[in-house]
């Protein structure tokens, strides 16, 4: 599905320590349960 470049990407990214990670962007209210109970994954 990637290129081979993207595996290339992240062995860059462990390299320096990190863990490569697919980001999905949501919209939560401050206000939301998932929010108050999880603030640590805004």
Same mark, same amino acid.
């Given at each position: 599905m #990637? +290129?081979?470049e993207f595996k290339v #990407?992240?062995? @860059?990214i462990?390299? *320096?320590g990190l863990r +490569? $990670? %697919?980001w %999905? @962007?949501? !919209? %939560?209210p401050h206000k $939301? *349960? !998932?929010f108050k109970e999880h603030p640590e994954w805004f």
């Open positions: #990637f +290129p081979e #990407f992240t062995d @860059g462990k390299q *320096r +490569p $990670a %697919i %999905i @962007g949501v !919209l %939560i $939301a *349960r !998932l």
